[in-house]
């Protein structure tokens, strides 16, 4: 069974090379609409990580929530405010290369780090299936799901007061 | 005790208060004001002259001041002596308001003169009954003040408004010394009361003798005596009624009368009265020479009144109380009859100048008459009142043994009866001199008061001669312990002589072709001059008094400017320099560093401000590069 | 009713539809589609198409006789007439050309109504499509000529009632010769007899 | 199964591109999008560690990634909300256009 | 019967042991995987095919028409011509096109819905992939079309086709939230979510132990049916490809082959919504006599034909009334419906049948109250009289 192993190792090398280049594309692409597509792989990259941490239930949520939800949500904005037309507007602001330093200097630190650190080599037991994590959430975790559930709600209300079209005393200036 | 007594002075300055406020609405209607009131006045007063008459005696009076212990009580006293001038004062009063309503008819300040009138009746009412010396010295200054505003009363002329000053100023002088007077009198005995004039003289303050000539300068003041009487003659500026009421009979006489009420006093001291007498006398001769040579009718008047004034002075400073106070009633009387005939006559021809005047007796009949009348009593023709008085004073001059005095009198008399024959003359007889002239008689209403004062002039002298048996100086005396004394025809006969002397002398010069006056004016040259510049009195006073005086004045004006305001100044420029300085410091050094606080605070901030950019991802940047720095601190440690 | 029921019935009434489709006749609700190329569906006798030359028994001896009213009424103007020339340049009564060009005709029948010689009719055959617009729909005199009997097959009611109509006028024009005839010689014959009338009179005043 | 530190140093990437994304990108909605990423490369780690956890309990990491993912999507509608609401009054979406708030 | 049955099973069997006797194991692994993925790429497009074919042949006879017959047989053969049509035709795009979404767009809808046939069990043992989150998975897959949309609208630069785009977009989003809540009452009685294990769980009495018998379930399944029925865009929620407005909507740039593409996506999600739909409601492959894989075509074609049903007689509705529908009606719905599950999942024998049926009742008569129609008021026009 060893070389299918390798395959699907290969596989997830070859699924985080695909999603790193998709997050640094839609970090650089200067067509908007483009990035999101971009950001919409690398998330589409991260679940298939998911699954090969045999996580499908997160992976699947992913790809429901993100794919599905955010993504739809940010091309929704994105036709709303942008217009076609629009190529001529430089995508990156004057601080491209000092930030460049920066992240490569805390990337270089975080290296070290996770280099320097022992982790632990094989995987533990058997991954949660759907009906532990379902046992946890409603167990344990009960508090924190109602939490989220609320928070959901004030945003799904607060998002649509902000973006209501008549906003009584916000005119253009 | 009447309490209507009080009212005699009240009902006058009521009239005057009347006048003042609703003059302009009351128009001549002011004039029946004022006359009412005195008349009413004068209806109280003589019921209770008659009383005094009787032998009553009224007086009252009421704390009206606390000065520390001794209180001042103001009130009235009638004694025969207050009576008499009551007597006067209403009477003539009342007539001379009468003879105005005519006289000032065409006036446009015709009420304010009643008022002003009303008022000096008032003053000269409370002075005659009051009983005490601060009431009398208020009345005296209130008198001052009407004699001043009548005098000025046509104040648009510069003589008028010049002669009410000098009047006013003249009066005060002696009014100072009156005052003077009064307080060395409150030190010497502790009340101002007449009655207790007595008391205070018998213990004997030495100051008192003092108090007594300080008392005289205020008659030398008020009657107008040798020094002060410069003021009289210009004073003939004011209108004709207003001269015979205040410089004939009442005001003028207010300083005989304050020698009669202080006589006590004067008798103590023996310079007193002889201070008293020489002044009279010298007055009076002085007086009647200038009366001699004065060509205005109303300047005769007035020298002739000094003169009278004199008389009364001397019989008085002579110990002859009676007869200083009963020549002073019948002078009142026929002086008001010539002054108002004077004004009668002016009122007729329009013109004051007797060279001008000439065969008016035809013209003005009524004048006429009453002036001879007047004339014949001042001069001292036997029937009329004038006569008896004047002989009572050279009666007690001749008993005082004092002949000089005596022989002076009688010369005086002469020029008295001369000069006033020889205005009559000039001016009623002879021809008209100045054709323009269209006399005509004055209107009943003015020629009423002159047959009303003229019979008085007559009848009033009665009382005080022998036919009465001296029934006016017994009254003064309070009846009893007076002895009637024979008559002395020594003087009787020269005061007779005196005065038809005068008469003749003046007839011959004035009525006969002679030129009689001219050749006695070239004779006596230096008197004839001294006569009409009237002795240089207001000259030698400008010149010696008033000049020195501003003088004074100019010197202490420019001490003043040229050190006081100097060194003023000079403190104000000093605090300006020092303020200057500190304004300066305070700007520059002060103000200089907490602008530079202020500056360098903003110097800094703007330098952090440049971190506020307003771009969120240059905040985001920052955080990161926090936490790559932090991190980097975290290993290197 | 509840909410719903009303798009039952609606799916209801397409169902029955489409299972009656297999089961009833065409015209009682089933399917009645012809099927085109395969079956056909009668041809209405008043059907009109492109017109057609009528000519009787041999195409020589076609009605027409070039007499140009159709061209003239023809509103499009699609019809082209040459009449024929004999040998000696006599005009004749026949078309040499006759075109009609059935790109342009708009087959609305004014020829047909407008020709005195019932020579021209319209026609029913419709499956003309061609590759070559120009050529192959300008028709010919020869393309267009049809017999008589074509026409009484597509169109027999109108074509017995024209055939009617054309007899009797033959016969009455027959018997109006016959009379004329008739009367030409009794004419002659009159004539004959009257010869000597007077001569004309000479022309009356101004 | 890959050793954990290679999935480790991966979110690191992803977490340092994200922060690279977030300040450079001039679009808003392109910050959002880097934010989306730095999120998912926390999520990532705790799956990660949760399924290389020896002991405890095995949900724990996943329910957080749930929780976290929940939270994401919350943050990018209420981020775009204001997006469309801020495109509404201000006609750009340029963060460097939007400097009011400076001193 | 039971070789029949799994006569596909067995297939695969000696196909695999025939190659597992020369080639090492894992080869075996992948070629099996293989075999799978092979039956799936050719089921898809045959299917899709003859959908397009079933639709056209229906509808037509709903109208009274044969529908194509001329290509083949019955029109058997129509489908491949329409293939040689799409492959012939010219592959247009157009100017100033965003040309990687454009081209993209057909490709990302698609595998989409390929994907979905990996969870649906064809028969007995014929599940493709069982995964045990399979429900899930489904829904996951089904959602990730929105983006694929957005792109073709998008990339086609056309405002018809962003209009277009954005409708079908709000249209799935808002029709996927009642179709995965109508699915949790299945998962909540089943207890799994894979697909596998929903069916075995309907098994038994010859058919009546389905969950469409039960009132929960039944409402489930018109829901499940119509958000599916909305989720493909067909039929009377076919507002996104709008002809009578906006053209084709998103897919009014694409010709030829891509518009074969976006085709053969519409089909084949209408084919595994309504397998999907006969798996969890209609008990899968469960049936008496047939073989399971027949069962399963049998009750997935009968639902895609209610599909086409609709089509030929639903008119387009609204779009107000398309997201109120959704919002207002089907949501609330489906939340009763859960409670009612849970209370048939704690609750027995007759209590059970008339608590459930009862809210489930209650509710539906409230919201037809609540959702009067909406007749919007009267238009005021401004100039127009």
Known sequence: MLPLTLLVKAGLYLIMAISLLAAVASVSLPNIFHAALALALALLGIAGIYLGLQAEFVAVVQVLIYVGAVITLVIFAIMLTNRMADRSTPAKNSLGAACLAVAAGLFSILVRFIRSTPWPETTSAPAPGTSEIGQALMGPYVFAFEVISVILIAVLIGAMVIAKKDNPGEDAP | ?637 | MIFGTGILQGLMVTLKNFVTSYFKAPDEGGIFTVEYPEKRLPEKERFRNFPFLLYDKNPENLRCVACDICAKECPPKCIYIVREFDKDGKPLKRPAVFDIDFTVCMNCGICEEACPFDAIYMDHEFEIASADRHAKLLYHRDDLLKSNEYFHKIRPTDASAIDARRREAEEKKKAAEAAALAAQKAKEAAAAQAKPPEPPKPAAGA | MIPLSHLLIFSAALLVIGIYGAVVRRNIVGILLSIELILNAAALNFTAFSRFALAGDQEAGVIFTLFIIAMAAAAAAVGLAIVIALFRVRKTIMSDEINLLKW | METLDQIFVLSKKGILDFLGTFLPEWVVTLACVAITIKAIAVLGPVTMMYLTLMERKVIGRMQNRIGPNRVGKWGLLQPLADGVKMLTKEDIVPHGADAVSHFLAPILIVIPSLLAFAVIPFGRGMTPVDLNVGVLFFIAVSSTTTIAIFMASWGSRNKFSVLGGMRSAAQMISYEVPMVLSVVPVILIAGSLSTNDIVLAQAGWGGLKWFVFTPWGFFAFIIFFLCGVAECNRSPFDLPEGESEIVAGFHTEYSGMKFALFYMAEFMNSFTVSGLAATLFLGGWQGPFLPSWLWFFLKTYALIFVMIWFRGTLPRIRVDQLMGLAWKFLMPLTLVNILAAGLWYFTEGAARWLITASILAGSFWLLTKLNRGYTPEKRVYLFAE
């Open chain 2, 1 to 637: 005790m009447s309490p209507m007594t009080p009212l005699i002075p009240f009902l006058p300055l009521a009239a005057f208060a009347v006048n003042i406020f609703f003059g302009r609405k009351l128009g001549h209607k002011a004039a029946w004001v004022s006359i009412g009131a005195s008349t009413a006045s004068c209806a109280i007063a003589l019921p209770l002259i008659f009383q005094v008459a009787g032998g009553a005696h009224f007086a009252a009076s009421a704390r009206w001041l606390d000065l520390g212990g001794r209180g001042l009580d103001f009130g009235y006293l009638l004694d025969p002596f207050s009576a008499t001038l009551l007597f006067v004062v209403t009477i003539v009063g009342t007539l001379i308001q009468i003879y105005s309503t005519g006289y000032m008819h065409e006036d446009p300040r015709f009420s304010r003169f009643f008022a002003y009138l009303s008022l000096f009746m008032a003053a000269m009412l409370t002075l005659v009954i009051s009983d005490n010396y601060i009431l009398f010295f208020m009345a005296w200054e209130i008198m001052g003040l009407c004699s001043y505003l009548l005098i000025g009363f046509w104040f648009e002329k510069d003589s008028a408004a010049n002669a009410a000053r000098k009047a006013f100023l003249t009066t005060r002088v002696g009014d100072v010394g009156f005052f003077l007077g009064i307080m060395t009198l409150f030190v010497a005995g502790s009340s101002l009361r007449f009655e207790d004039l007595a008391a205070t003289v018998k213990a004997a303050h030495p100051v008192l003798p003092a108090a007594a000539l300080l008392i005289f300068c205020g008659t030398i003041g008020k009657s107008a005596q040798f020094p002060l009487h410069v003021w009289l003659p210009d004073a003939m500026e004011g209108p004709t009624p207003v001269s015979a009421l205040i410089h004939a009979a009442t005001m003028v006489a207010a300083g005989v009368f304050l020698i009669v009420r202080s006589f006590v006093l004067f008798e103590a001291y023996d310079a007193a009265m002889n201070m008293v007498t020489m002044i009279g006398a010298i007055t009076a001769f002085m007086a009647a020479f200038i009366a001699l040579t004065a060509t205005d009718i109303k300047k005769v008047l007035a020298y002739s009144t000094i003169s009278q004034l004199g008389f009364m002075v001397t019989a008085l400073g002579l110990g002859g109380l009676s007869a200083g106070t009963f020549h002073l009633m019948t002078h009142a009387f026929f002086k008001a009859l010539l002054f108002l005939g004077a004004g009668s006559v002016i009122h007729g021809t329009g013109t004051q100048d007797i060279r001008e005047m000439g065969g008016l007796f035809t013209k003005m009949k009524h004048t006429a008459w009453t002036f001879l009348i007047g004339s014949l009593a001042i001069a001292g023709v036997p029937p009329l009142a004038g006569f008896w008085s004047k002989d009572e004073i050279l009666l007690t001059a001749f008993e005082a043994g004092n002949f000089p005095i005596f022989a002076l009198l009688c010369l005086t008399a002469f020029m008295t009866s001369f000069y006033m024959f020889r205005l009559v003359f000039m001016t009623f007889f002879g021809k008209a001199r100045n054709h323009h002239i269209h006399a005509h008689e004055s209107p009943a209403v003015m020629t009423g008061p002159l047959w009303v004062l003229a019979i008085a002039s007559v009848f009033v002298g009665l009382p005080g001669s022998p036919f009465f048996n001296h029934w006016f100086q017994g009254f003064l005396h309070g009846h009893g312990h007076h002895a009637v004394h024979p008559v002395n025809w020594i003087v009787v006969g020269a005061s007779i002589s005196a005065g038809l002397g005068g008469i003749s002398l003046a007839a011959v010069f004035y009525l006969g072709q002679g030129g009689f006056p001219q050749k006695v004016a070239s004779a006596f040259r230096p008197l004839y001059t001294l006569s009409t510049n009237k002795f240089w009195f207001d000259e030698i006073y400008a010149k010696f008094i008033v000049a020195p005086f501003n003088g004074v004045g100019r010197m202490l004006f420019s001490f003043d400017q040229k050190v006081i305001d100097a060194a003023v100044n000079r403190t104000g420029l000093a605090t300006l320099n020092t303020s200057a300085f500190k304004n300066w410091f305070d700007k520059y050094v002060i103000d200089g560093f907490v602008n530079f606080t202020g500056h360098f605070t903003q110097l800094l901030s703007a330098l952090l401000r440049l971190m506020q950019t307003g771009f969120v991802q240059h905040y985001l940047f920052l955080i990161f590069l926090s936490v790559l720095a932090l991190m980097l601190l975290e290993m290197r440690l």
